[in-house]
């Protein structure tokens, strides 16, 4: 049986596609359109869906929706009217967008792909995170929590997977009271933008100290029982991106940070020096995080009470506080956590396909987040032989150039590797390009930046001139399985816990080697890091040995392959691109190394 | 009729999904407990119906906007 | 200009010198001389690098990337497409260039002239490229056609987007009718609706056992797959 499900119209639109239970592909719109978190009809990730495994429309059985846009339409309306007369603005665009476009999704898919109306499902959207999370963790059973801003009228839910029962939803909260939304209004508060810059607020709290979290508690309460309650009052959930956050808000906390206001601090070295202002965004960024785990933790042990399981499933796009999922590993009563690779709406399509089989194999093989398309790189090889760019057209502050490319195709990949880690050894960034990108905004040595994690000066580079970012925000670190124990100690390495291997928790290191890794680490010398096996990823795992060989440490800084407001790159021409835009030195696409010539 | 052509969109079904569509908000609407929306679900309904039949006058649109 | 709107007017060209990299990036896939690819990949480089330009001063001025709702449309889908492509692209670069011109002159900053007259000299370059590549590519007993199809297209393009703006304008009048009519009525009850919290559930079993083919629940008639 063959099952696509589709996420659209909201944000980060995708497609996944469930053969027989077995999830096979999984892909993100904007990794086709170049259009950062696009929600639109997720047209080319389909495409792409059905050509992994030479299908055509006519072949699905189902195309499943990700949640059930009627009932979210309801919720829009109340909250729109709600705030009548001032909400005339937001009534006008709602009602655009529902009228011409989402409330008609049914016919959309039906007509597109040319399928019966009656094998178009719609499931609700928590139940699509549910799903997300718990099948391709591998657990028998466990508790399922999903939080994210809001699907149709629900926030949170609390869940019971079982492999032989399927989820069962104990509990729900329901619009407005909703932690995603109030971190977002919070992202927005502090000069970020909501739905995109909630890691930026995760990074700066490590700056601040909590001082605030009381008049954070005022605006969202954790209640005993592992509930919570927001205060409606402090936020405008329908207001436009920078005014998620009412006059109350302001009284309270202070005057926003206007987007783009500098903010002083760096995850490498001591800031000169920081004003009350820049203090007061970071105190208030460390005492949202605090709350936030406070909730997370709370509903974590009330999921647990309600299931007596020891195991969990996270999802939400709140599941991305990777500083909330160590604390909960840290503290909860769970034996192990699984966060899907994209925990977000964008993973949501694949929730919805499996929610949609009619069985589930009992077994499956290991998750991996490598669903992406792959690509021949022959098309742009053969053209950067003629390629000549002009010296204008690369950021400012890329290194000048001669302007031409070489390159050579290695026919082993432990010569390939070599020459590499011997180029990361001297100080270059290399644009690494291999295989089926990953799924969610993660790279994992498919779609990376590599540079060396000791090397300040190149760290220094690829923040200024490669990904125009903000010092503040610290780089996360690939190492090989078997430096695991003497560079984190303490990690869990079991095959099942997957948060250390996919760069969702954080992890303090070691402080003998902090010297060997100091520009992935952030200011307080915790990294979050990706954990390599060669069975998870075998020619990125030679590569960190190769390295490890020359330098001591089989460890990578590991940043995303893409420029600051672009989706990470795709297809080989993506990356040419951005390799050529930036001071990005060498660009590896699968077994070909391409340099900038002198 | 096989199963390939019964798994194929009926010819016409556009409408009666439409119709759907709009039947689920209804029914959501006092599943949730918000009925009061109805007469405001009804405009807007009429509004939908107005953009799509201008929508399909293509470029003759702007002409047809004055008559309405 | 004020400058929200000049903010707003680049950050709409950032988004068009986007989807210009886009078109002309997927377009090198069709092209067989690889001199051909470079010259779109070339292209479609300083298209990105235009973006970033304009994003950027955008941005200073308070525009948020994303924001006028660009969608992509794909413009080269086979090898077929190309020859129409380039003739759009021949067409529209030379457009542009009038477009980038007027905005210069009425945004009364020197940095915003400067930076719009750099990039209008590179899309000179490309409205040139674009007609050279036709030319090379396409038999001249077809170029004409080409061309005016292209224009046609172009025209057609820019009465839609006229079209679409008027009917915005219309649906946003009548939902404000509509708004101002009924919302009075609705709003303490919404209000009410939002404050009142869910009462204890009953857990609500939401899928099926591993094994059975028990198919979801929907609306509509028999399953025509089963």
């Known amino acids: 049986m063959n099952i696509l499900g589709i996420s659209a119209d909201f944000h980060d639109a995708s497609a996944s596609l469930v053969m027989n239970g077995q999830l096979i592909c999984s892909a993100a719109e904007e990794r086709f359109t170049r259009i950062k978190h696009d929600a639109r009809f997720p047209e080319q990730a389909v495409e792409f869906c059905l050509a992994q495994v030479g299908l055509n429309a006519g072949d699905l059985d189902r195309i499943v929706f990700y949640e059930q846009p009627w009932m979210k339409l309801t919720r829009v309306l109340t909250d729109v009217m709600s705030r009548f007369p001032r909400s005339i603005n937001q009534f006008g665009r709602a009602g655009r967008s529902w009228l011409t476009q989402k409330l008609w999704i049914h016919n959309r898919i039906s007509r597109a792909y040319d399928i019966h109306p009656d094998a178009v499902r719609f499931v609700p959207h928590h139940e699509s995170h549910a799903a997300q999370a718990f099948y391709p963790s591998g657990f028998e059973q466990s508790a399922i929590l999903t939080v994210d801003g809001v699907g149709e009228w629900t926030c949170t839910g609390i869940a019971r997977g079982s492999r032989k029962e399927g989820i069962t939803v104990l509990e729900t909260e329901e619009y407005p009271n909703s932690v995603g939304l109030a971190y977002a209004a919070f992202t927005a508060f502090l000069g970020f933008k909501p739905n995109d810059g909630e890691c930026s607020t995760m990074a700066l709290a490590a700056f601040g100290k909590p001082i605030y979290a009381d008049n954070v508690r005022r605006v969202l309460t954790p209640l005993s029982g592992g509930r919570y309650q927001l205060d409606p009052g402090f936020f405008n959930f329908f207001g436009d991106a920078d005014r998620l956050f009412t006059p109350a808000f302001i009284r309270l906390f202070g005057e926003p940070r206007r987007p783009g206001d500098p903010l002083p601090f760096s995850s490498t070295s001591a800031p000169e020096h920081v004003s009350a202002d820049q203090q007061r965004f970071a105190d208030i960024a460390a005492s949202i995080q605090l709350i936030f785990e406070e909730v997370l933790l709370g509903l974590a042990r009330r999921a647990q009470a309600l299931t007596g399981l020891d195991k969990l499933c996270l999802a939400g796009g709140t599941a991305m506080n990777a500083v909330a999922i160590t604390r909960l590993l840290r503290e909860c009563p769970f034996d192990q956590v699984f966060v899907p690779p994209d925990p977000g709406d964008g993973g949501a399509a694949t929730g919805a396909a499996l929610l949609a089989c009619d069985e589930i194999p009992a077994t499956s093989p290991p998750p991996t987040p490598y669903l992406g398309r792959q690509y021949p790189e022959q098309s742009v090889v053969e053209a950067i032989q003629t390629l000549s760019v002009e010296s204008h057209h690369r950021l400012p502050g890329a290194r000048a150039w001669s302007g031409r490319l070489t390159h050579k195709e290695y026919g082993d990949e432990n010569a390939l590797v070599e020459v590499v880690a011997e180029d990361i050894s001297r100080g270059s960034l290399i644009g690494w390009v291999q295989g089926r990108f990953e799924q969610g905004p993660r790279a994992l040595g498919n779609r990376s930046i590599l540079a060396d994690p000791s090397d300040a000066v190149a760290a220094s580079r690829l923040s200024r001139a490669v990904k125009q970012r903000a010092p503040f925000r610290p780089y996360a670190l690939s190492l090989a399985v078997e430096e695991a124990q003497r560079l984190i100690p303490g990690v869990d390495l079991r095959e099942a816990a997957r948060t250390g291997r996919w760069m969702q928790s954080i992890h303090a290191v070691n402080e003998g080697c902090v010297s060997a890794v100091r520009q992935a680490l952030h200011v307080d010398l915790t990294t979050r890091p990706q954990i390599c096996s060669p069975a998870d990823n075998r020619i990125f795992h030679k590569l960190l040995h190769a390295f490890g060989a020359r330098r001591g440490t089989a460890a990578l800084l590991n940043t995303s392959f893409n420029e600051s407001g672009s989706p990470i790159v795709s297809s080989p021409a993506d990356a040419l691109i951005t390799f050529l835009h930036t001071d990005i030195d060498v660009l590896v696409l699968g077994m070909t190394v391409i340099r900038k010539a002198a | 009729m096989d199963a390939e052509s019964r798994r194929r969109r009926p010819r016409g079904a556009g409408i009666a999904i439409a119709l759907r569509s709009l039947s689920r908000v209804v029914s959501a609407m006092f599943r949730e407990r918000v009925g009061w929306l109805l007469p405001l679900f009804i405009g807007l309904a009429v509004v939908a119906l107005l953009i799509s039949i201008i929508s399909a006058a293509g470029p003759l649109a702007p002409f047809i906007y004055p008559l309405l | ?226």
């Not at chain 3, 709409?12 to 896939?29: C, L, T």
């Not at chain 3, 690889?34 to 479609?44: F, G, W």
């Not at chain 3, 915003?112 to 490229?129: M, P, R, T």
């Open chain 3, 1 to 226: 200009m004020q400058p929200r709107s000049l903010a707003s007017t680049l950050g709409r060209f950032s988004e068009v010198e986007a989807d210009s990299a886009w078109q002309f990036a997927r377009a090198a896939d069709f092209l067989q001389l690889p001199k051909h690819r470079a010259a779109m990949l070339a292209t479609a480089l300083e298209e990105t690098h235009h973006a970033f330009l304009f994003r950027r001063i955008a941005s200073r001025g308070g525009a948020r990337h994303g924001s006028s709702g660009l969608a992509r449309k794909t413009l080269v889908a086979c090898a077929a497409d190309i020859p129409t492509f380039l003739a759009y692209s021949h067409i529209s670069e030379g457009l542009v260039h009038g477009e980038f011109t007027a905005i210069a002159a009425a945004s009364g900053a020197p940095e915003v002239a400067e930076v719009l007259a750099e990039i209008s000299q590179d899309e000179s370059g490309h409205e040139d490229g674009a007609s050279q590549m036709l030319h090379e590519i396409v038999p001249r007993a077809t170029l004409a056609r080409a061309l005016r199809k292209a224009r046609w297209r172009r025209r057609w393009d820019d009465w839609m987007y006229v079209t679409h703006f008027i009917g915005k304008l219309n649906a946003t009048l009548w939902l404000s009718l509509i708004y101002l009519l009924l919302g009075g009525f609705a709003a303490p009850l919404c209000r009410q609706r939002l404050r009142r919290k869910r009462g204890a559930q009953q857990p609500q079993q939401i899928s099926v056992k591993a094994g059975e083919a028990q198919p979801l629940p929907y609306l509509g008639a028999k399953d025509p797959t089963a």
